[in-house]
């Protein structure tokens, strides 16, 4: 499992209430360079690290969690692009496992976020079939 959180006290907070159970690797905007390097290998290669908790910005490009079929997002991003990526980290032709992503909300505040973060790539998917429909006409 992937768990996102916007904020370093809840990395801070998820980390010492999962690790002890899940052997849970952690990445966020403090741990750079070799410690970050061996934090995402220890989630992907160590079979007793069961689950990462992160930044969103951390894991939204360039990697790929086939190993986790379970996103859950603590709490609200508000970059429409961030989440998007962040939901394909699992998706590859490795992933062998049903995925599923999950959103946390203890406020409508929090649910409107999602809802926003949603329709804003809903409404630049359309904008693009629009200008792919233009340009072919």
């Not at 970050?36 to 290669?45: D, I, S, V, Y």
């Not at 809903?122 to 006409?137: I, R």
Request: a negative charge.
């Amino acid at each position: 499992f992937v768990v996102l959180a916007n904020h370093h006290a809840e990395v801070d907070f998820l980390q010492e209430m999962l690790s002890p159970k899940y052997n849970t690797a952690w990445v966020d905007g403090r741990r750079t360079g070799a410690a970050r390097e061996k934090a995402f290998l220890g989630f992907m290669n160590d079979p007793n690290c069961r689950g990462l908790i992160a930044h969103p910005k951390t894991v939204s490009h360039g990697l790929e969690f086939s190993i986790a079929d379970t996103l859950i997002w603590w709490s609200p991003c508000h970059s429409a692009e961030l989440v998007a990526q962040a939901n394909e980290r699992m998706a590859s032709a490795a992933q062998n496992h049903p995925m599923g992503v999950y959103q946390l909300g203890g406020h409508r505040v929090e649910w409107n976020v999602y809802t926003s973060s949603g329709n804003k790539l809903a409404y630049q998917a359309s904008t693009l079939e629009q200008f792919k429909s233009f340009v072919n006409d």
